[in-house]
């Protein structure tokens, strides 16, 4: 034990007590679903100063970001079910609220979502439901994202490029490239070589930092599985013989395709803000700017931990249950007696991707003739644009008005977020907040977005270890699940605490399931890691 180390008081609850490492998604649903299904007390450890994980909102002066862009959906009526129990509809405000039934298919089930049913006279804890719009700024165009067969690509590409990229697909589907080992090749082979150089070669290497030639063709089958020119075409043709407003979500349809999701009013991060009252309410603790350092393990059993607070002072705590959402990386680092050299290497080998945010509050957009607030609507309907631009940094534009008014103070004002994808050893990560906002206000007026003097306020948000990513030694993973699971009174859940590409629905699912476990007896851990295992779709495509 670390000399500055104290022993924390014991609960005064005869009940068995769980850690529960992240203050996220999975983390909260955890202790929630302890405090409603057990007798279990739980504790969750946040390191940071606010509850949500990469699915917190940021407060900056009355105004709220939203670090991605987090649509509440799930193919899983148990998550949409917990949702709507937390933040249900509210029906009124007609334009924000639809007050007519919403038609959600998902699962292949079928369900309407009924403002009338999931009701709440609390007009500030509620969910909004919001159309997804969403494009890619290429050559200075914007085209439908997903990419669809339709007049705007068409004449945006021109007839020439349009009839390369037709003629190139039926290329690579007659004469496929074998062996297919790389990213590249699983992309050129579904797609084409034309589409792939111009809209997935470059904003790939933007996000993972790695040319697809280097990333691994399974890293495609588990992220586009699904997504195909055929797929694309017959979305297109539903999509006009049944106008897009007649589902929310169809069974059949890929996640990218989805027009219509769940919103908390306040952002993401008011969903997990609410959930951390009602722990608190139900007799659980959540302590914030509490960061894990050290895992105690004895035998087959986790033991104890020890918890640093914000002035470097650590306390071991003892618990009989312990489940983990902070990086695989860090807890294998962490923990003590030190864990066999191969599960050592394995988890210090697994790579991130981190994610910077720059804020920008303005008066206009120099787009289209100028665009204020109240034209977003009419004339930049998008929730976020992929800049697919290679003469600049950013990744992506969100427009924080279209997710949710309400994550503006000033509804004169446009509030935008410019993404970054970065290593934080990265010059930019570690360049001085000013100098970010002025590079990002740079590329911003580079690509006609704005003039200077229209922007009132910036503010940078770094998010690390934002993307676990599937290369490094990702490959020989089984050896720290193997070795995590042995362990009868822990769980590994979430994003990074399974090193999976999980969404929200996902990582709340793995805890739901390991509550399912201890409850039903069952010790054996690999439900738990099979959430999203098989699944057939993802955040982002
Ligand atoms: C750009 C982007 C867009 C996304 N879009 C969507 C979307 O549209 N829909 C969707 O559902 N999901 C989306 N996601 C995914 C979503 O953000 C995650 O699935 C979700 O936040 C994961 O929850 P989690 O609890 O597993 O992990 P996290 O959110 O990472 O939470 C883990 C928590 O553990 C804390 N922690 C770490 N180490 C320690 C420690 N040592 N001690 C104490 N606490 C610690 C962290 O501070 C963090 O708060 C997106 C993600 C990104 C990056």
Known sequence: MPASSKPHPKPTKK????????GGPAGL???YELLERSDISPTVFEAGDNVGGISRTFHYKGNHIDLGGHRFFSKSDRVMDWW?????IHSGEATLFPDTPVEITYQNQSRKVDPATTRTDDSENCMLVRSRVSRILFRGKLFDYPLSFNFTTISNLGFFNTALAGLSYIRARLFPLRPEKTLEQFVINRFGRYLYGSFFRDYTHKVWGVPCTEIPADWGAQRIKGVSISGLLKHALKK?????????????????????????KYGPGHMWERVSEIIREKGGEVEINKSVVAVETAGNRIIAVQVADDSGE???????WFFSTMPIKDLIAGMTPSPPSNVREVADGLPYRDFLTVGLLLDHLSLRGGISADQLKEKLPDNWIYIQEPDVEVGRLQVFNNWSPYLV????????????????????????????????????????????QDVRDGVVIRQK??????????????EVQAYLSGFENFFALGRNGQHRYNNQDHSMLTA??????????????????????????????
């Open 15 to 22: 009940s068995p007590r769980a850690i529960i490492i992240g």
């Open 29 to 31: 649903t955890a202790a």
């Open 84 to 88: 709507l129990k937390i933040l249900p």
């Open 240 to 264: 006009m013989v049944a106008g897009i407003d007649s589902s929310y979500a169809q069974k059949s349809t890929e996640t990218s395709l989805i027009e219509r999701f769940l919103y908390p």
């Open 314 to 320: 650590t306390t071991r705590i003892e618990a009989e």
């Open 409 to 452: 103070s000033d509804p004169g004002a446009i509030w935008i977020g410019l993404e970054y994808f970065l290593n934080e050893t990265d010059k930019m990560w570690n360049d001085a907040d000013k100098d970010i906002i002025a590079f990002a206000i740079g590329e911003m007026e580079k690509l006609g977005f704005l003039v200077p």
């Open 465 to 478: 270890k934002a993307y676990p990513a599937y290369f490094g030694s990702y490959k020989q993973i089984g």
């Open 512 to 541: 739901m399931i390991a509550i399912d476990n201890i409850l039903a007896g069952n010790a054996d851990k690999e439900n738990v890691w099979n959430v999203n295992a098989e699944e057939d779709y993802h955040e982002e495509k």
